[in-house]
Structure formats: structure tokens, C-alpha cells
């Protein structure tokens, strides 16, 4: 593992109990960075930050709910002191399929948690990086943003939404040493497949030129460098780690 210079930095990880909220946390962890995990499963969240150790401390917030947001925020910095670093991953799946099957509270539940949830932890976090002039925000995307993935109408335009999000917010940022990035990563074998049919699973895999999904882990040292201080000059950028797929 390479050595990401984190230490001293105080982070917010959404959706870090699994998947890649958890190997970003562990990342940011071993590079010196003490962690505020934020989920909505505060016992699982507890017992992700137990297995790391001391540098994780666990949230329970719902990211799309602001007053709960702006609460845990406040406790967030309570408790570290200050927030150099934001990480958008919270996000859901939801249920595949075609755009006139998928019902409208199905779409909303998406965009409500994969759209909404960023702007919020952005709406609430942005300000002490502001005081501080200081900040690296990374917004956790996907290669559907870019592409549109069939029989996922609702996350395919959350994504998209996201990069876009991200882009503004970079513009805004600009001038407070603020770096504002996305990734957008083919997908991993996380608990998110659970939501997912084996069709769209396949048809996933499918476009992925290495043949193979991207590792929690690979996804993770790509953060934890837009995340340091050496990520200085790249905002409203997009980052590709999708194994070939993306075409642009």
C-alpha cells in the first residue's frame, strides 16, 4: 500500500459501515485521518469503527433528512474539532427495472438518497470548510452517470445528477483551497448486489473490458489521494476507475 499522507485530518464518511464507505474509512485510518462514520445502521456502523480501531467513530444519521444532517454535523465537529475531509458514498441501488415499470416513489427513494443525501451533507459540512479555507470534498458516482445503465433509469440519473453536483460545487469552492471531485467506479461485489437482479449483475460485468469488478480497495487509494493535501490543483473533476468501460 503506498503512503497517503492524511495525518491530522478529520474526515466524514457516509454509508461507511460496508462496502466502500468501510475500506475508505480503513484507508483514511492507516493514513493518519480519524474517521466520523455516518450511517443510518448506527449499531453496524459501531461495530465497523470498533474493527478499525480508534481512528473511526460512528453516526447515526439519515443523509437525506438536513435537520438530521446539520445535527450530526454539529456533533461531528464537537467531537473532532473540524471537517477537512467529505466523502459522499451513502448511496442505494434500487429495483431494476425499465422506466415506465419503475414506480414513482421507487424513483424518488433513489434520487432522495443518492442526489439529495450529497447536497445535504454538502449544504451542512461546505460552511466550516469555508472558515477554515480548507477542504476536499469526493463525491462516490458511478460509470452509470456517464453511460445510463438499462433497467436502472432512477441510479443511472442520480449519478448523473451527482457529477454534475460535484462540477458546481468545484466552480464555488474554487477560491478556498476546497477541492470538490467524483469518481465514477464499475461496480464491486458489495452488499449493494443484494439489490440488484443476476441479469443486470451480468449485464454489468459485461461491459467491463478487464473482466473483472473493481476492488473496494482500488476504489479506496483513489479517494485517499483526491482526499490529501496534494489533490490541490483538481476540482469538478471526474475520476474514472471503471476497468475499461468508460468511453469518456
Known amino acids: 500500500m503506498n503512503k497517503i499522507d492524511l495525518n491530522g485530518r478529520c ?27 455516518w450511517d443510518h445502521d448506527l ?7 470498533r474493527a478499525i480501531g480508534a481512528g473511526a467513530t460512528a453516526f447515526e444519521v439519515d443523509v437525506s433528512d438536513l435537520a438530521a444532517v446539520e445535527k450530526t454535523t454539529a456533533a461531528t465537529l464537537k467531537a473532532l474539532g ?72 432512477h441510479y443511472s440519473a442520480s449519478k448523473a445528477g451527482l457529477i454534475a453536483l460535484t462540477k458546481s460545487l468545484g466552480k464555488e469552492l474554487a477560491g478556498y483551497d476546497i477541492a470538490v471531485n467524483a469518481v465514477t467506479p464499475a461496480a464491486a461485489k458489495t452488499a449493494i448486489f443484494d439489490q440488484m437482479t443476476q441479469q443486470h449483475i451480468d449485464f454489468m460485468l459485461s461491459k467491463i473490458p478487464k473482466g473483472r469488478f473493481v476492488l473496494v480497495e482500488e476504489l479506496a487509494a ?3 489521494w483526491l482526499a490529501s493535501e496534494d489533490c490541490a490543483f483538481s476540482t469538478g473533476a471526474v475520476f474514472d476507475i471503471s476497468g475499461g468501460r468508460a468511453t469518456y
Open 11 to 37: 474526515a466524514v464518511v457516509t454509508g461507511g459501515a460496508q462496502g466502500f464507505g468501510r475500506a475508505i474509512t480503513e484507508r483514511f485510518v492507516a493514513s493518519g485521518a480519524r474517521v466520523a462514520i
Open 43 to 49: 449499531p453496524f456502523a459501531e461495530k465497523t469503527a
Open 82 to 153: 473540524k471537517i477537512d475531509i467529505l466523502v459522499n458514498n451513502a448511496g442505494i441501488a434500487g429495483v431494476n427495472k425499465t422506466v415506465w415499470e419503475t414506480d414513482l416513489d421507487e424513483w424518488r427513494k433513489v434520487l432522495r438518497v443518492n442526489l439529495d443525501g450529497p447536497f445535504i451533507c454538502c449544504k451542512a459540512v461546505v460552511p466550516s470548510m469555508v472558515r477554515q479555507k480548507y477542504g476536499r470534498i469526493v463525491n462516490i458516482a458511478s460509470i452509470a452517470g456517464k453511460e445510463g445503465n438499462p433497467n436502472a433509469a
Open 222 to 224: 483513489m479517494v485517499a
